[in-house]
């Protein structure tokens, strides 16, 4: 990523887990308690983004645990560090997850959310956790379906094709339905599945989540046509009220 879209990407994961419902879905309600790591453990985070989870990990391990993250990106690396200095636990590793650099067996838990949508191998990334993680360690990963991404105005073609396009720039948009196959196939046990609706409330929120406005304007550069920057002026004055949302599939592991 140039410098440019890593801080697009920046600004967008920080409005994201600000969101009440981004917060509901990693903490209280579903991954961290699945997870649940033990004080004193070491557990990873996998496409740790800005770091915000592995900070909040650090809080369930203690400072004479460890919480790792992981990320290809240096500068939003550099970023979580640089936010986490007063965490003692907390450590930063830039690297490819679908090539962990850790010991066989030397982490209790791990997690990966919204990263192998994006990775060129999600079935190696799994191996990679099932390698990694001890046995009896537990395993979260969560990952949108974009099969179920919609833009309120569904009723409208256009909001249909929007949805569509962004869906589609995706590497894996399915993924989070092929969680439980993955985690099957590289060795875990106990798999459960939740669902959490991941909902953008304005225009605003959705165009920074989603991406909208880029989306409509490459769909009037592709098609020739003004049809789609007429629809976004639309959706732009109606009222701010836009609701976008997508379903985020969450499974929750163990290592025999
Ligand atoms: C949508 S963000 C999710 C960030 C974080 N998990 C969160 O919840 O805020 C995806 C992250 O995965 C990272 N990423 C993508 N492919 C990767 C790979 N192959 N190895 C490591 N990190 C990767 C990106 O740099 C980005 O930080």
């Given at each position: 990523?140039?410098?440019?879209?890593?801080?697009?990407?920046?600004?967008?994961l920080?409005?994201?887990?600000?969101?009440?419902?981004?917060?509901?879905?990693?903490t209280?309600?579903?991954?961290?308690e699945?997870?649940?790591?033990?004080?004193?453990?070491?557990?990873?985070d996998?496409?740790?983004?800005?770091?915000f989870?592995?900070?909040?990990?650090?809080?369930?391990?203690?400072?004479?645990?460890?919480?790792?993250?992981?990320?290809?990106?240096?500068?939003?690396?550099?970023?979580?560090?640089?936010?986490?200095?007063?965490?003692?636990?907390?450590?930063?590793?830039?690297?490819?997850?679908?090539?962990?650099?850790?010991?066989?067996?030397?982490?209790?838990?791990?997690?990966?959310?919204?990263?192998?949508q994006?990775?060129?191998?999600?079935?190696?990334?799994?191996?990679?956790?099932?390698?990694?993680?001890?046995?009896?360690?537990?395993?979260?990963?969560?990952?949108?379906?974009?099969?179920?991404?919609?833009?309120?105005?569904?009723?409208?073609?256009?909001?249909?094709?929007?949805?569509?396009?962004?869906?589609?720039?995706?590497?894996?948009p399915?993924?989070?339905?092929?969680?439980?196959?993955?985690?099957?196939?590289?060795?875990?046990?106990?798999?459960?599945?939740q669902?959490?609706?991941?909902?953008?409330?304005s225009?605003?929120?959705?165009?920074?989540?989603?991406?909208?406005?880029?989306?409509?304007?490459?769909?009037?550069?592709?098609?020739?046509?003004?049809?789609?920057?007429?629809?976004?002026?639309?959706?732009?004055?109606?009222?701010?009220?836009?609701?976008?949302?997508?379903?985020?599939?969450?499974?929750?592991?163990?290592?025999?």
């Amino acid at each position: 990523m140039d410098a440019a879209a890593v801080g697009k990407m920046a600004r967008c994961l920080a409005f994201m887990d600000s969101l009440p419902g981004f917060q509901r879905y990693k903490t209280s309600m579903l991954i961290l308690e699945m997870m649940d790591p033990p004080r004193g453990s070491i557990t990873a985070d996998l496409g740790c983004g800005l770091g915000f989870d592995v900070r909040r990990l650090s809080r369930l391990v203690g400072p004479e645990g460890r919480a790792i993250g992981v990320d290809s990106s240096l500068a939003l690396i550099e970023s979580a560090r640089s936010a986490s200095e007063e965490f003692p636990a907390v450590e930063f590793v830039q690297a490819d997850i679908q090539n962990l650099p850790f010991a066989s067996g030397l982490l209790h838990s791990c997690k990966v959310d919204r990263t192998l949508q994006h990775v060129e191998r999600p079935a190696v990334v799994l191996n990679e956790m099932f390698r990694t993680v001890r046995p009896g360690g537990r395993v979260v990963c969560a990952e949108p379906d974009w099969g179920t991404f919609a833009i309120e105005d569904a009723g409208h073609a256009m909001a249909r094709q929007i949805a569509a396009i962004w869906s589609e720039s995706f590497r894996n948009p399915r993924v989070g339905r092929e969680l439980g196959k993955l985690l099957e196939e590289a060795g875990f046990v106990n798999i459960q599945v939740q669902e959490a609706l991941l909902a953008t409330p304005s225009f605003e929120s959705s165009d920074v989540v989603f991406d909208i406005a880029l989306t409509a304007l490459r769909l009037a550069e592709r098609s020739g046509s003004e049809e789609p920057l007429v629809w976004l002026t639309e959706l732009r004055e109606r009222d701010r009220r836009v609701c976008c949302s997508v379903t985020l599939v969450i499974n929750c592991a163990r290592k025999p």
